[in-house]
């Protein structure tokens, strides 16, 4: 095994997040079989869990990390943040593409950054985060499974398929979407306030009483 490769929380499959103990042996695992430990923080990391990374309250270091869609707010872009010792292993042209660098998003990205890693917008996301795990548990519905997640990054799953909600919640005017057959992905811009929670609870509320 050269690397394990993992996400501090599952989107696609369904927000999963590995506890902070799963996250420290994992590490002493690469380390003993001399492994490279790589986190995908491409949908959990830069602020959605209330930290700037996901895996940040369990100590653990990867060796390479992988950013991309937030990053620059939007515009196209990708980043691999590795340690010295993955540095030491690269030469130059090792790693690039011709349309790396670009100024403009890289600017973009850089300002989205300053405004992410603040103690006020971090703080806004755990607070707003709080308060939706409150209002969905509130929902106390026999078709919701299981609310799980952290921070901004919330799943809640059901006990019929997913795109039932979603395909309402367009109606409704939500974007929402899916991660797996029967989870319904909260995943709000950070900046989301609670009265925009308070229409996304009455709605649910709506929905799930009409089932």
């Avoid at 695992?29 to 959605?48: K, M, N, P, S, Y």
């Amino acid at each position: 095994t050269c690397a394990v490769m993992i996400e501090p929380i599952q989107g696609e499959g369904g927000i999963h997040a590995a506890t902070p103990e799963f996250l420290q042996t994992l590490r002493a695992l690469c380390d003993e079989h001399d492994a490279l430990l790589i986190f995908d923080e491409v949908q959990c990391g830069l602020g959605r869990t209330g930290d700037l990374w996901a895996h940040t309250a369990s100590g653990v270091t990867p060796d390479l990390m992988s950013l991309a869609k937030p990053l620059a707010a939007g515009l196209p872009i990708g980043a691999a943040l590795i340690t010295d010792k993955v540095n030491a292993a690269l030469a130059p042209g090792d790693h690039g593409s011709t349309f790396a660098g670009g100024s403009v998003v890289c600017a973009v990205a850089s300002y989205a950054l300053s405004r992410i890693n603040t103690p006020a917008m971090l703080g806004h996301v755990q607070e707003t985060g709080e308060y939706l795990m409150e209002r969905l548990a509130e929902l106390n519905s026999p078709h919701i499974v299981e609310v799980r997640g952290r921070g901004l990054m919330i799943g809640m799953e059901l006990d019929f398929p997913a795109a039932e909600v979603v395909q309402a919640g367009y109606d409704a005017g939500f974007l929402l979407v899916n991660a797996g057959p029967n989870v319904i992905r909260f995943v709000p811009p950070l900046i989301v306030e609670k009265q925009h929670i308070d229409a996304l609870i009455t709605f649910l509320s709506s929905f799930l009483a009409s089932k």
